[in-house]
């Protein structure tokens, strides 16, 4: 049966190529670039290139490791040091995702908890940030070119967030102001598993 199917959509793209040709332009209308722009799996070198899917090294990849802890499962452990958070699951597992770190002198560490979830946040920079870096906007709603990313998990009453990024390109690296940056796929996965109130232990 399922051959006799194939058979039919192959033989009515080959009779009606206008009709392929519809259906590959309702797709790209749907899942492709926005019109103008062009994907790149690299770093965008002009402003008409969006960034998709990019890791710098399959280590950094979501994925199920061994993982020995005595932390409880669904507690968060972000190792700052090596570039990885991991989700702590049941017998010796946890899902290890690759994340962006802060650079050096803004360091930190401490045991917090989820203290909200926003799904495109909005970003304030702070007073600090102004400082170093005149120029930024005093706010920025949410939307893809937000540096927030797609989703954002605060961590207890600081500063700092599990958050998204524009710049996948960066994770694996330590870059930021303190928050942890993981790739939009990424913190949407993380979004979905972890709850209010689930413990952050940064090392």
Known sequence: MLRIVLGIAVSLALATPSLAASSRAFMNAMFGPPPGMELTQSRPTNALQYQTSYVSHPALLRQVV????????????????????????????????????ARSGFEWSGTHRVS?????????????????????????????????????????????????????????????????RMTNEDVVDLYSRVPVGAKVVVI
């Open 66 to 101: 061994n993982y020995r802890t005595s932390e409880a499962p669904g507690t968060l452990v972000v190792d700052t040091g090596r570039h990885f958070l991991y989700l702590v699951m049941p017998n010796g597992k946890a899902m290890r995702y690759g994340i962006g770190v």
């Open 116 to 180: 909200a979830k926003r799904e495109w946040p909005s970003w304030t920079p702070p007073a600090e940030m102004h400082a170093r870096q005149p120029g930024l906007p005093t706010f920025m709603p949410g939307g893809p070119n937000n540096p927030m990313g797609a989703r954002a998990l605060y961590i207890g009453s600081t500063l700092y967030r599990i958050h998204g990024t524009n710049e996948p390109w960066t994770i694996g690296r330590s870059v930021s102001s303190g928050c942890i």
